[in-house]
């Protein structure tokens, strides 16, 4: 450990350590960067963050912090077909609400396009990069495989002038899209194929969500990463591993321009979750063919589909925290990502009456027009969260499924002639079953309470199995709920290709099942977004997008089962 970082690692300490973290502090110790830490999170603007983004932003922002170092936004914008204005705020409202801060260092690849051509211009007067006529087709070819060294191109061997006007021509927008590239000069028998002159600058007679029609050449990303990693004076430059083949092509870019000090390139391996797919390719399908309702559907691994269904940033940091960072790529059970966000509202929110599928009990012998208010705990583990006023009434509503006309042994909710407790308030005891003549299904059902069992009361005398959620008919607020089950059926998405999301195969078809429910009155009061335990269903919070007027809306977050296990 580093003298100069000795003092960041107490002040951090209950942050936990990586491979990464042990590649910085060697840094550190032999002062390669001095005592800087500066990384970046790099974002294609192409569509929204997910998960696996949250991975990288938490590390990246993340060990910046624990080293008391910085972290850039950059970004990656150089492939302007795909790219949109709504992608890039969607990503800086993602950072910001995850909990990271980029103070003024936001940036754009786009920024440093002259400065990227004027580097271009240098590589071909070093004659390290030349102009080169064949098609994309001929440079596959001539490529070769993993068992075949690669041909040289025969513009290979142009000369500086000759590249240099044609360099400049291709900016001037002579030549049409795909007429010609450059290329690195490096070495068509490189066993490593990204080192087989690789393209650095295309021809793309596109409009730019930012420069416009300025360019119609654009950098690859082989080719601008590196170098605006460098001009930020970013230390440890941290992707997937599919870039571990690239590593030498970035390093070869920073040693040709003389950068001093280059940026190191580490990789680590990228998030998978099951039931799950992560491409954002994949992803903006959904989207765009309406297998869902947009990017922030609850039912997304986006960023913003996880903050509508409900989730909070710290449940997300936690999770991030807890899969670690890896060389090696693991799928992630998602049952983890649920328990995170059960841990922390477990002690945060409220815990209140909804009814979920309504069955109608009348009380029989309880008089007509009396309310009384009942005092109940708004959470029984966190004491501080006070109590909360909730009516009862002759008429209320319980969940059809916590009654069963011809129950087996061990029901011990509601059936004809049983007694349970309603929560904080009386035991009741059904006593007859009214059924819809015509269809025979049941309607409602009279039940008796007895007075003396009012909770708080210190009745003892006799004991009930059963204790039933319920809310006051009079007083219950109306309420669509929406509960969710994961986007895919199959648990391994990994393997599969484009025809998964793309058929409708493999979507799960109840993916999503809108009830109408009855929820108690005081859950009308709050604001959307908010959160709360309903009893005995899970964690639920007010839909932020589709809550308007008399419309409530409710989301469950994450029902209260677990089928997490800690290894
Ligand atoms: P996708 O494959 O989903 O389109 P991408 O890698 O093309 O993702 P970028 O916008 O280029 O998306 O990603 C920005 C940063 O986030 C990169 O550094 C990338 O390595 C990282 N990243 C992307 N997906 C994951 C993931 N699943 N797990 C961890 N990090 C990821
Ligand atoms: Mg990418």
């Not at 690849?109 to 102009?131: H, M, Q, R, T």
């Not at 969710?484 to 195969?505: C, K, N, P, R």
């Amino acid at each position: 450990m580093g003298n100069n970082n000795v003092e960041n690692e107490i002040n951090n300490s209950s942050l936990p350590t990586n491979f990464i973290h042990n590649i910085i502090d060697k840094d550190l110790e032999e002062g390669t960067y001095g005592n800087r830490v500066h990384t970046r999170f790099p974002p294609e603007p192409n569509g929204y963050l997910h998960i696996g983004h949250a991975k990288s932003i938490c590390l990246n922002f993340g060990t910046a912090k624990k080293y008391n170092g910085l972290c850039n936004l950059r970004f990656d914008d150089t492939n302007p077909v795909k790219e949109d204005i709504e992608y890039i705020e969607s990503i800086q409202r993602d950072v910001k609400w995850l909990g990271f801060d980029w103070e003024d260092r936001m940036y754009y690849a786009s920024d440093y396009f002259e400065k990227l051509y004027d580097y271009a211009i240098e590589l071909i007067k070093k004659g390290k990069a030349y102009v080169c006529d064949l098609s994309p087709d001929e440079i596959r070819e001539y490529r070769g495989t993993l068992t075949e060294p690669g041909k040289e191109s025969p513009y290979r061997n142009r000369s500086v002038e000759e590249n240099l006007d044609l360099f400049k021509r291709m900016r001037d927008g002579e030549f049409p899209d795909g007429a010609r590239v450059l290329r690195a000069k490096i070495d068509m028998a490189s066993p490593n194929l990204n080192m087989r002159d690789p393209v650095l600058y295309r021809i793309s007679h596109a409009t730019h969500h930012r420069t416009g029609d300025q360019w119609c050449i654009y950098p690859m990303y082989d080719y601008a990463h590196p170098i605006s990693d460098a001009i930020e004076g970013i230390t440890h430059s941290i992707c997937t591993l599919e870039f571990e083949d690239h590593r030498p092509l970035y390093d070869w870019v920073l040693k040709e321009l003389g950068f001093p000090n280059p940026p190191k390139q580490i990789e680590f391996a990228r998030l998978e979750l099951t039931n799950t797919v992560m491409s954002k390719r994949k992803l903006r399908k959904l989207v765009e063919e309406g297998y869902v309702d947009g990017w922030d559907d609850p039912r997304m691994p986006t960023i913003s589909g996880l903050r509508r269904r409900g989730y909070t940033p710290e449940a997300i940091r936690d999770f991030c925290e807890r899969i670690g960072v890896a060389k090696r790529i693991s799928t992630v059970d998602i049952a983890l990502l649920e328990h995170c966000i059960r841990e922390d509202l477990k002690l945060k929110e409220p815990r209140m009456m909804a009814v979920l599928r309504p069955l109608k009990v009348v009380i029989t012998n309880y008089p007509e027009g009396q309310v009384e208010y009942l005092e109940v705990e708004n959470n029984q583990e966190n004491p501080e969260m006070g109590y909360r006023k909730v009516p009862f009434s002759r008429v209320i509503y319980i969940e059809q499924d916590d009654f069963m006309e011809n129950p087996p042994k061990k029901f011990f909710r509601l059936s004809p002639g049983n007694e349970v407790r309603l929560k904080n308030a009386y035991f009741i005891k059904c006593q007859e079953v009214i059924k819809d003549e015509k269809t025979g299904e049941i309607i409602e059902l009279h039940c008796t309470y007895d007075p003396q069992t009012k909770s708080g009361s210190g009745f003892t005398e006799r004991k009930v199995k059963g204790t039933l959620h319920w809310v006051s008919a009079a007083h219950a607020v109306k309420a669509e709920v929406r509960l969710y089950d994961h986007l895919f059926l199959e648990e391994d998405q990994a393997g599969e290709v484009d025809s998964i999301a793309m058929d409708g195969m493999n979507l799960n078809p109840k993916s999503l099942e809108i009830l109408e429910s009855y929820v108690e009155p005081a859950l009308a009061e709050f604001k959307p977004g908010s959160r709360f335990q309903f009893v005995r269903q899970g964690y639920f919070c007010i839909d932020t997008k589709d809550t308007a007027g008399d419309k409530l809306v409710f989301n469950r977050i994450v029902s209260l089962k677990s089928s997490y296990k800690p290894e």
